[in-house]
């Protein structure tokens, strides 16, 4: 078994250990029977939410300690800050499911439908979906708090973790708002994207995986902070800006994501962005109109689809992808790492981007 599966096992393993061991009912709290049912399917729920997924924030991090020297002895405390930070992730994705009103996630009924289910009631599903998701991301901040305590800069650490938390609540905020952009101004509405993508989805997909390895490998905060904004901002604008393209001409990456999901849901996007700026008249009304609409048909979503194609904004975004990623791999190379370290980051690194980073 190669080091990365191996890792991806371990980490597997532990999150299941972790979120049993920090979501369960203290021992001394009295449970009345009336309740019982549903504090275990919160607390089925909590477990079940909690797997699968490709890892590939929690690999980075340990790829990020590997490359930067951390001690062996302490790489079980730098597991379990990975683990924490997907046990995050989790939370975050629970609440998305509400705002979104998905019905599923990772190919089982989301969070707040499992628990619709198990109660029977809409109203109360929901409720406890926020409720599950509140607890999730005390959890991470509990898992966080006992493994740095055996890291360097443990202060810091706990304090990047929570700042990063802030980030995406920040960036769940911007992403709700600029579904009310007006589509009119099409630089404005692709600055806005990307402003989104880099609080919702780089400062816990990237940057933070990279910042809180540095600092558990013994790297002074402000060198930590960064070096992971050199690297991680633009491989995580990358990341979202290739997962929104692979929702309009797929790719060799599984996701599970049907391709036009995005335009079914109306999402803004750099992609629509494009294609908007660079449209003739006839196409850029239609296009606004389509995506001013309350509904999109699938006639709708083919439409969009070659019309993304024909205005080149299919092509700009793989160039935009490909110069973050340009990016991202200088700024890993400026850190003069071991070959054998700067391979290994670069390899885990290209998993985020792997249409552009193959080629």
Not at 78 to 95: G, I, K, N, R, Y
Not at 158 to 164: E, G, P, R
Request: hydrophobic letters at 45%; glycine letters at 6%; proline letters at 3%.
């Amino acid at each position: 078994m190669c080091k990365t599966d191996a890792d991806r096992s371990n980490i597997e393993s532990r999150i299941v250990s972790l979120v049993d061991k920090w979501s369960a009912m203290p021992m001394e709290a009295e449970m009345p029977e009336a309740c019982r049912h549903v504090v275990d399917a919160v607390s089925r729920q909590a477990t079940s939410s909690s797997e699968g997924g490709k890892r590939l924030r929690a690999l980075l991090m340990l790829a990020a300690y590997d490359a930067f020297d951390g001690h062996a002895d302490t790489r079980n405390a730098m597991l379990d800050v990975a683990c924490a930070l997907e046990v995050f992730q989790t939370a975050a994705l629970v609440h998305d499911d509400i705002i979104d009103d998905s019905d599923l996630r990772r190919g089982k009924p989301s969070a707040h439908r499992a628990l619709e289910t198990d109660t029977g009631s809409p109203a109360i599903g929901r409720g406890l979906g926020l409720m599950l998701g509140d607890l999730l991301a005390t959890v991470c901040i509990d898992i966080v708090n006992e493994a740095a305590a055996l890291l360097p800069h443990a202060t810091a650490l706990t304090s990047a973790f929570l700042n990063m938390q802030r980030e995406v609540e920040i960036g769940q905020i911007l992403d709700l708002a600029v579904e009310q952009a007006p589509l009119q101004d099409a630089e404005a509405l692709a600055n806005a994207s990307l402003n989104v993508f880099r609080w919702k989805t780089a400062s816990y997909t990237t940057i933070a995986p990279i910042e809180l390895a540095l600092l558990g490998s013994g790297a002074a905060p402000g060198q930590a902070r960064e070096r992971a904004l050199a690297i991680g901002k633009p491989l995580g604008l990358a990341f979202q800006l290739e997962d929104d393209l692979i929702d309009v001409i797929g790719s060799s990456r599984a996701t599970g994501k049907p391709v036009g999901g995005d335009i079914r849901e109306g999402k803004r996007t750099v992609l629509l962005a494009d294609a908007i700026a660079h449209a003739d008249c006839a196409a850029r009304d239609e296009l606004i109109a389509m995506f001013e609409a309350s509904s999109r048909s699938e006639s709708d979503v083919s439409r969009a689809i070659g019309l993304f194609q024909s205005t080149g904004a299919v092509k700009r975004s793989r160039q935009r992808i490909g110069a973050l990623w340009d990016e991202s791999v200088q700024a890993i190379r400026e850190c003069k790492l071991e070959q054998n370290h700067e391979t290994a980051l670069l390899e885990t690194c290209a998993r985020f981007v792997p249409d552009i980073a193959k080629s």
